[in-house]
């Protein structure tokens, strides 16, 4: 019975841990209209949480523990974080110029597919790449990146104007999409949390004492082919 007793404690922290993040993120929310009153503009609780949001997604995958063929899987996922964290960074980048941001992005983007993809690993990134499609975490990411999406064609200006007519405030759509935004950053910092215990418990210094025989089960299977 350990084993299930674990597999149901772990999921019930990973409820409560979303859970947390939801109320960060409503949190962050409720201060810049009804506290502060940002507007949600390019300083605010909400931007500010997005972005340390993404770097903490970053960091999470650069530094999980693993071996040596899933690095370059690595470098190709916090990469991906590291550009979005780029491209919420936006406002910082346009006093130099309008859309400067793409520059930080297509070199962070370029050297980590670089380093991904450069001969000696590229065999070892794709079977990583598709070892990680089956783990819970893919599913977590890619629905967020779906919901993100969403969030970007919600957010146009022209439907809001349909949907509020002589009533548009612009405060209306960025809360929404903003906090659709947010939501989705705080599913992938659940996700990525989770990812990076759960390879610390696989790969750690104590890995084969404490991994439980169900939690090995589950994720080895996920990392067979690397």
């Known amino acids: ?8 404690k772990t999921a019930s922290l990973g409820v409560l841990l979303r859970l947390v993040l939801v109320g960060v993120a409503f949190a962050m929310l409720w201060l810049d209209i ?3 009153r940002t507007e949600i ?16 997604c970053a960091m999470l995958f650069w530094m999980a523990p693993g071996p ?9 996922a916090g990469g991906f974080f590291a550009c979005l964290l780029m491209r919420e960074l936006d406002g910082l980048f346009d006093p130099i110029s309008h859309s400067a941001w793409c520059w930080p992005f297509s070199l962070i983007a370029l050297i980590c597919m670089g380093l991904a993809f450069r001969p000696a690993n590229r065999a070892d990134t794709f079977q990583a ?3 990680f499609t089956r783990t819970p975490a893919f599913g977590a990411l890619s ?16 439907l809001w104007h349909l949907i509020l007519d002589d009533g548009y405030a612009r405060l209306a759509k960025t809360t929404v999409e903003e906090g659709i935004e947010l939501l989705t950053y705080a599913m992938w910092t659940a996700a990525s949390l989770e990812y990076f215990f759960a390879q610390r418990t696989l ?6 004492l ?4 169900s939690q090995r089960a589950i994720v080895q299977r996920g990392h067979s082919r690397t």
Do not use: N
């Not at 404490?210 to 025989?213: K, T, V, Y």
């Open 129 to 131: 790449l598709a070892a």
């Open 203 to 208: 790969y750690g210094p104590t890995r084969q």
């Open 41 to 56: 503009l390019e300083v605010s609780f909400t931007e500010i949480t997005q972005e340390l949001m993404l770097f903490v």
């Open 68 to 76: 040596a063929p899933q690095r370059g899987f690595k470098i190709l």
């Open 143 to 158: 629905t967020g990146l779906a919901v993100l999406v969403f969030s970007r064609i919600f957010g146009m200006g022209a």
């Open 34 to 36: 009804a506290v502060y």
């Open 1 to 8: 019975m350990q084993p299930t007793h674990h597999d149901l």
């Open 210 to 213: 404490r991994a439980p025989a």
